[in-house]
């Protein structure tokens, strides 16, 4: 009913301006008082364990594993163990290489879905630790892991995953910092940065959702397009896979992601005049290499997009438009960056008149394989 959806449209757009509120609660008790170190009550582990994890499989599905994606950047930067996150149906059937000092992250929104269970039982068989990431209190993975960390993103209706997302990211930083000081890794010294810096994530992410009517305005101009493609680098290239997915579960454009520099390899055969190009640039470090691909594809007539901090003063030269995210530190920009993607997918969705929270042929939380 109109009531449930809080005067919104569809629960997609609820969900979507929920996020501010959404990262608040994820953070709300995981911050010491005076700011300086991670509180993860919830994770009890053994002695010795975390200085004792040697690698970390990190396994989920769709956006969930997208999620993945940064907090396996996000962990190997804070604490140098090496990490690798898997697609969960290519993960439990591919015998991998797990150890009583591998550490293993399920995550997943609903907590349901079957190949990322299957994976936890996988990885539990064999004696390893899981830790679970997960939005749903009282789900299987919740049930079956040895620690649950939870994602207070409240229900997510709708089948496109989006508060869930930016929950998951709080929680894998959050977590990164925190296993980073249990193991008095290098990277502890940067935690109480970084905690100021989600601190004020709420309130940017609701200036983030400011750029709403500019993207709509832009979204209906593409509704028309078929194929549009995503690129970035570094943890702008995760969030590509994200944007990109979002686009196709719900306009049906066809959308890929490309990791920019290696578009060279094969994509940039696709590159024609008009066809959309949205171009993230948030990490300052890969700035002109990023910039020296959109050349590429500007140079094919492509219609390109810049996703780009509100302080970059050099991007509006090299893009057709861009939309500008508040600034904070590039390691989070994934949850500001993502925003403007939502909404492109929610207008582009709704121009071209498709049941947004349903879109055909998918399902909240797939539990069989
Ligand atoms: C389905 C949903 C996606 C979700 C994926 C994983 O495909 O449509 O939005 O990302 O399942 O779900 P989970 O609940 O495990 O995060």
Known sequence: SAAEKGGYEHFMLKEIHEQPKAIRDTLTGRISEDGQRVVFDEIQWPENFAQNIDRIHIVACGTSWHAGMVGAAALEKLTRIPVSCEIASEYRYRDPIITENTLMIIITQSGETADTLAALREAKARGTRVVAITNVVGSSAAREADDVVFTWAGPEISVASTKAYTTQLISLYLFAGWLAEQRGSVGATQVPEILAALRELPELAE??????????????????KEHAFFIGRGLDYAVSLEGSLKLKEISYMHAEAYAAGELKHGTLALIVEDVPVVALVTQDDLYDKTLSNIIEVKTRDAYVLGIAWEDDKEIAKSVDRVIRIPRTLPFLAPVLAVIPLQLLAYYASTARGNDVDNPRNLAKSVTVE
């Open 207 to 224: 200036k983030a959702l400011g750029t709403s009517d500019e993207v709509k305005a832009f979204a209906n101009e593409w509704a028309s």
